[in-house]
């Protein structure tokens, strides 16, 4: 344990998987306190008991970002395990379907937008409600490379959603900028998860065209966003604020 979060109370979304399963791990490891949401109750508590059985705290909350009341319990979960709320990581999203803009879908842009920004934006007006009530804290938006540059694979919700992802990270950071409470977000390129082996499945990339779109040419390990994520948290990173931060192997660089 490195005591980068010692003390403090961190709730992570979309816990069950992939970036927030990851996320639990490499907080808990930080010495953080955890509470772990996810809509899938099997997976957040498989995470919650992996933090656990290795000396972690970790509280598991069954909740979809995108229902305002679920958002809301979250928090409150945090207060009533822990008495109080100094981080969170809103990292719960979906990849949506594979369509032309002129033959998506109402129902994909929905789902998609309902969980990548609105259930972002539900997480983090209730994560500041409380921290403006306890004096501060950091927040870290997931957004994505797509929420940097258009991607053109087709993914035109997912992309439009990211970089809401990226405008809302940057008002809620000048908002509260004085008030204690920092705001950023991290953009991942490619990172193997669940979703990763998703996409794969559609047979509209292959695992090497993944590899060869990031000039490190290889996809990310989920670890690899979370240890950034725990800096963002931690106190060593007291003056970042309004960041939208890629970690891609250094795909937007080109
Ligand atoms: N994997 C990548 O290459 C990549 C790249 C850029 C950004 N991202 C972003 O990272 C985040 C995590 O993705 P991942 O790759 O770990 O995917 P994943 O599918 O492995 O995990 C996503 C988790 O979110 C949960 N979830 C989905 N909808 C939810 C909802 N409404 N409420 C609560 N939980 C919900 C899922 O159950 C799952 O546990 C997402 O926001 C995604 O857009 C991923």
């Known amino acids: 344990m490195t005591g980068l979060l010692t ?4 709730l ?13 791990e490499v907080l808990a490891g930080h010495g953080a306190d955890l509470v772990l949401a ?13 933090v656990t059985a290795k000396g972690g705290n970790a509280v598991p909350v069954v909740a979809d970002v995108s229902r305002e009341d679920d ?15 100094d981080g969170a990581f809103n990292n719960a999203g979906v990849d949506g379907a594979f369509e032309s803009v002129a033959e998506s879908t109402v129902e994909n842009w929905d789902r998609v937008t ?18 403006l009530a306890s004096g501060g804290g950091s927040i870290v938006n997931t957004s994505s490379t797509g929420g940097l540059v258009g991607m053109g694979l087709g993914l035109s919700a997912y992309v439009a959603a990211k970089h809401g992802v990226v405008g809302l990270t940057k008002a809620a950071a000048l908002e509260y900028a004085t008030q204690g ?25 292959t695992e090497e065209q993944i590899a060869a779109m ?12 979370a240890e950034a994520v725990a800096w963002l948290l931690s106190d060593h990173a007291s003056f970042v604020t309004g960041q939208a931060w890629a970690i891609d192997g250094g795909l937007v660089a080109q």
């Open 7 to 10: 003390g403090k109370t961190v």
């Open 12 to 24: 992570v979304t979309g816990a069950g998987s992939g970036i927030g399963r990851s996320a639990a």
């Open 38 to 50: 996810d809509i899938n109750g099997d997976t957040c508590h498989e995470t919650a008991e992996s």
């Open 71 to 85: 958002a809301d319990a979250m928090v409150e979960a945090a207060i009533r395990a822990y008495g109080r709320l």
């Open 114 to 131: 309902d969980v990548n920004l609105k259930g972002v934006w539900l997480c983090l007006r209730a994560e500041i409600r409380r921290m």
């Open 181 to 205: 409470i920092r705001v950023n977000a991290v953009c991942p390129g490619t990172v193997r998860t669940g979703m990763y082996h998703q996409v794969v499945a559609t047979g509209v990339v």
């Open 214 to 225: 990031q000039p490190i040419n290889r996809p990310g390990d989920p670890a690899e966003i």
